[in-house]
Nanobody, 122 residues
């Protein structure tokens, strides 16, 4: 059973930076496309970014140029570096794993972490 555990969330001022981590156990990271999603109160879960085993990252327009996804297959870990944070980035951030490449829909992801809260204050 693949298990994903996020960490690194917290409270940060607008314009600041935060780095999220996702530890993967029970499977080989290299076999999966790893993605980050977020969900704000009252809103649907939305795609943020993903990176397949081919190392081609995909970003939503709302975070492109500010967020960077990276993965360390040897450590079975995925990271999300967030910079120039905005109030609208406030959400619970989820790490997810898919066996398909180039996917953005939550339904295409097989495994999910429990989420970590990111709150951006003014």
């Amino acid at each position: 059973q693949v298990r994903l555990v996020e960490s690194g969330g917290g409270l940060v001022q607008a314009g600041g930076s935060l780095r999220l981590s996702c530890a993967v156990s029970g499977g080989f990271l290299s076999r999966y496309t790893m993605g980050w999603f977020r969900q704000a109160p009252g809103k649907e879960r939305e795609f943020v970014t993903s990176m397949a085993w081919s190392d081609m990252p995909d970003y939503s327009d709302s975070v492109k140029g500010r967020f960077t996804i990276s993965r360390d297959d040897a450590k079975n870990a995925v990271y999300l570096q967030m910079s120039s944070l905005k109030l609208e980035d406030t959400a619970v951030y989820y790490c997810a794993a898919s066996q398909r490449a180039g996917v953005r829909r939550p339904d295409d992801y097989l495994y999910w972490g429990q989420g970590t809260q990111v709150t951006v204050s003014s």
